[in-house]
């Protein structure tokens, strides 16, 4: 750790707060002793929990509203004049990004764009100076033309970022947006680059879930009875989402402004690494048959991400494997 004094997470505002992360940050900052401010764009979210994640706790203040809604932004900043703000809401699908690309770049860029403009503004007024956290990607970095794909490489922050897709090109304009604001006026910007992470409660529509989903259907299948699948050679850097979760809560209280940090552990594995896993504990004997509508256009090879700088500056370290994150979604009823 660097020795930086840790800031206090007094009171909290988190935006897209109903989502997959939103459901075990809020737990864990409430039983760190936050007060939250919860957004979320409405209620239908709200008190539905998934076998294995945390019970949502009493005292949360939700707002529900759209941040593409201007005065709803102003109003809930204002009231709110947090002392750390956790950006989590965006489109975070990549295949729903890319067959709406205007949307994400709405949604992903120019929303946040008027929140840090609000939360400039409160900063101004002397009303709060809050320590602001946006959730990032490694999508970001796409295919670094100074690596290349090497399968041994880890990914540091100083690497290039080279987006090859809508979502990773807009999470790549939110940060130099955040920067941008943390150079001209101070506001105190951090931002997260976080690598694949997964857990109960994360939609079936990813990766992991959707892995366990196929084995799950299948438990029961004859041997040889076809799988279907994806692309099975990228490699990818898998965090449970409880350590994503510790992560983000560090950065906040340990974190620098105007800078990036790897949230990753450091170890890649090919999909069909993971895929292999999950049939093994799901005692499943089907053949993976790849499925054309499951292949993306655009994939990343390699990404690894070197988690040394965020360990540095706050001395997190993950505490879960991937066997792990498979377990925890066998165990868990959502889908």
Not at 139 to 146: F, I, S
Not at 173 to 202: D, K, M, Y
Request: charged share 20%; proline share 6%.
């Amino acid at each position: 750790m660097n020795g930086a004094a840790s800031r206090s997470l007094n009171r909290v505002l988190v935006t897209g707060a109903s989502g997959f992360v939103g459901q075990w940050l809020l737990p864990a900052l409430v039983a760190d002793g936050a007060e939250v401010v919860a957004l979320a764009v409405d209620e239908s979210a709200v008190g539905v929990t998934a076998r294995g994640v945390p019970t949502m706790p009493d005292g949360i203040l939700w707002r529900f509203g759209d941040l593409r809604d201007d005065r709803f932004v102003a109003t809930v900043v204002q009231e709110a004049r947090a002392d750390t703000v956790i950006h989590l809401a965006a489109i975070s699908h990549l295949p729903t990004a890319a067959a709406d690309p205007a949307l994400a770049w709405d949604v992903n860029v120019t929303a946040t764009a008027r929140l840090l403009h609000h939360l400039d503004r409160v900063r101004a007024s002397g009303d709060a100076d809050p320590v602001i956290l946006l959730a990032g990607s490694a999508e970001q970095y796409g295919r670094d033309a100074r690596h290349g794909a090497a399968a041994d490489v880890k990914l540091d922050e100083d690497a290039v970022q080279a987006p090859r897709t809508v979502y990773a090109a807009t999470k790549a304009a939110q940060e130099v947006l955040a920067f941008q604001c943390w150079r001209a006026s101070g506001l105190r910007t951090i931002v997260a680059r976080s690598f694949n992470h997964s857990g109960p409660g994360q939609p079936a529509r990813f990766l992991l879930p959707a892995l366990v989903a196929r084995a799950r259907a299948l438990a029961h299948a004859a041997p040889g009875t076809p799988m279907p699948v994806g692309n099975l050679s990228p490699i990818r850097d898998f965090l449970h989402v409880r350590d994503v979760v510790a992560a983000y809560i560090s950065l906040c209280q340990r974190g620098t402004p105007g800078e990036a940090y790897n949230v990753a552990s450091g170890t890649g594995w090919s999909v069909r690494d993971v895929l292999d896993r999950v049939m093994a504990r799901a005692g499943v004997r089907a053949v993976p048959t790849e499925d054309p509508s499951l292949v993306r256009p655009v994939d990343v090879p390699v990404l690894i991400g070197d988690p040394r700088k965020l360990q540095h500056a706050t001395g997190w370290r993950a505490t879960r494997s991937l066997d792990d994150i498979i377990d925890d979604l066998f165990h868990a009823e959502t889908f």
